[in-house]
């Protein structure tokens, strides 16, 4: 699929500055599939939490031990 693309001046200036040592074709196209990406994500995570129940999250949080963290969890 082939489009013709106008990109303003000030984004292209921009993509030139961010694009290191890739075309701009490439750097669009990576930045469209990051984009498609966190839509997906976004919409996954909206029917996750439809399922789920505040109340469920709630009741788990306070049967949670009250102790340090593990050492490999302390930052």
């Known amino acids: ?3 013709a693309l106008r990109i303003p001046d000030y984004y292209r200036q921009e993509i030139e500055t961010f694009k290191g040592d890739v075309s701009i074709n490439q750097f669009i196209i990576t930045a469209l599939s990051e984009k ?3 839509l997906r994500t976004e919409e996954y995570l909206i029917e996750r939490s439809a399922l789920g129940s505040r109340s469920h999250a709630i009741n788990l949080l306070k049967n949670a031990p009250d ?5 490999r ?3």
């Open 1 to 3: 699929m082939n489009f």
């Open 36 to 38: 498609l990406a966190s």
């Open 67 to 71: 102790s340090a963290p593990d050492s």
């Open 73 to 75: 969890d302390v930052i």
